[in-house]
């Protein structure tokens, strides 16, 4: 079981953990809600409780609740900028499906 981050990814999380002074590493769940069902939800780890399970990806440590894991393992996470936007993606193997605007999948 992992989750992986593309180098772009990892900057990108090791650049703004060191802009905030705090934070362990990054968070990677997901929440039911979307025209699809499931959306992530990308956010900072300060700590990490005991019901998380920890990856190691490119020097980063991904942290990632066990109730979530199930449906995200094996997902790769990139960084992408596209002129003035930029956003966290996700390539995620049991995604069956995603809504047009790519916020949340189906499995």
């Known amino acids: 079981m992992a989750i992986v ?7 990108r999380v090791r650049s703004h953990l060191a802009k905030r002074g705090a934070g362990v ?3 990677v769940g997901i929440k039911k809600t979307g025209c699809s069902g499931f959306a992530y939800v990308v956010n900072y780890a300060d700590e990490i409780h005991a019901e998380d399970c920890v990856f190691e990806a490119r020097g980063v440590k991904v942290v990632v609740d066990s109730a979530s894991l199930p449906l995200i393992d094996g997902t790769i996470v990139d960084f992408v900028k596209q002129g003035l936007n930029e956003a966290f993606k996700f390539q995620n193997p049991k995604a069956k499906g995603e809504c047009g605007c790519g916020e949340s999948f189906s499995v």
Do not use: K, N, P
Not at 5 to 11: G, I, R, V
């Open 5 to 11: 981050l593309t180098e772009s990814a990892a900057d």
């Open 25 to 27: 590493g990054l968070r």
